[in-house]
């Protein structure tokens, strides 16, 4: 099978496009053609897919990267065996194309609710262009294959689709947690808590505990955060691909997960919530509804109040000052992650899926 995946506004190192989907298709002996922004990222295409370069939409800049998309289609629709899209606006890039392939929109995140984190869109204008992502939601149902990464996902649509959830690979072993280390790890804006792991890193710094940010920040975070690194508050680094990230976790203290409340993340999984317990730390994170749920069923962190860095950083100090206490918490998410949150447990189900709707027998 030769699968076609496109994204014009994921990061081509994207964890659930690249390190997951993508490696699951190739391990499975399929090709794979990669068409995503790798010159606006700085990225280069991994040695084991074929990458296609196409402009990046960012902003209010969209349209000529869904045109190139749309230019990249009409010429491999014919070459491809299956189409999977990442970003709602390459729907339009796939309307309306007679004798193509079958295409499947991979469903990350719930658009219409997104549209208040987006600082570029005039308040006035969102009301409509939420009306106008129902719609296109509406649409892409009828027309296409649909693939959730949220069970919470289901109830904006009328039909069932299959769910493949975002998570991790989890190590056979790992290291204990520190004393010294607090991590971040995901996409770095104000929604998701910026200001308050600063402010984090200004509590902890008397006590010697620092506070390391991994991820991509949006226009906005990244002034306060290089000037954070200016004063020596804290460590930031920048977009790592996904598979180094990952190493920056092992034998930190905790990792944070500061979401606010908005709400696009109230029926979200916080992929960092998981990669935590993978890495077998535990976990500090505000009260959105699905982090809650998992970090006290395994009883694998604390939930601390919405935009309250004193109370991080004393979540955080507790458990830097009891070592069983923060051994066990690792212990116990790294075990949940293991037994249910492993992402070659959903590889075959994903791939299986595809060829299935790509008509291949195996």
Do not use: C
Not at 83 to 108: I, S, T
Not at 308 to 334: F, I, N, S, W
Request: proline share 8%; aromatic share 8%.
């Amino acid at each position: 099978m030769h699968v076609l995946v496109m994204t014009v506004v994921h990061n081509p190192e994207d964890a659930r496009i690249l390190h997951r989907q993508i490696r699951a298709l190739v391990d499975a002996g399929h090709e794979v053609t990669y068409a995503a922004s790798f010159t606006a990222f700085g990225v280069v295409p991994r040695p084991w897919v074929t990458g296609v370069d196409l402009p990046r939409a960012a902003q209010r800049k969209r349209l000529s990267a869904m045109w190139a998309a749309r230019r990249l289609f009409k010429r491999m629709r014919d070459k491809v065996d299956l189409v999977l899209v990442h970003d709602p606006e390459l729907l339009f890039a796939v309307w309306g194309m007679r004798n193509r392939p079958p295409v499947v929109w991979d469903v990350h995140e719930d658009t219409p609710a997104t549209l208040s984190l987006k600082p570029w869109l005039p308040s006035p204008l969102r009301p409509p262009v939420r009306f106008m992502a129902r719609m296109l939601e509406g649409t892409a149902e009828r027309h296409l294959h649909l693939m959730l990464a949220e069970t919470a996902y289901a109830g904006r649509f009328k039909h069932a689709h299959p769910i493949v959830p975002n998570e991790t690979w989890v190590p056979d072993s790992v290291t204990p947690p520190g004393d010294d280390r607090v991590v971040y790890l995901g996409w770095l804006s104000r929604a998701r808590g910026v200001v308050e792991a600063v402010e984090v890193a200004k509590l902890l710094q008397p006590y010697r505990v620092a506070v390391e940010l991994i991820g991509y920040a949006d226009p906005q975070s990244r002034p306060v955060l290089n000037q954070a690194v200016t004063e020596g508050l804290l460590e930031w680094r920048d977009f790592m691909p996904n598979d180094e990230a990952l190493k920056r976790l092992d034998g930190a203290l905790a990792g944070l997960s500061l979401l606010h409340d908005e709400p696009n993340y109230r029926h979200s999984m916080p992929t960092k919530i998981v990669e935590y317990m993978a890495h077998g730390i535990p976990v500090i994170t505000t009260p959105s509804p699905r982090a809650v749920e998992l970090v006290e069923r395994y009883d694998s962190g604390v939930v601390v109040p919405w935009e309250d860095p004193k109370a991080v950083a004393q979540a955080v100090l507790t458990l830097r000052d009891d070592v069983r206490e923060r051994r066990a918490q690792g212990a116990r998410g790294y075990a949940a992650a293991r037994a249910n949150h492993h992402w070659p447990n959903s590889a075959k189900r994903f791939v299986s899926q595809l060829e299935s709707w790509a008509g291949v027998k195996r």
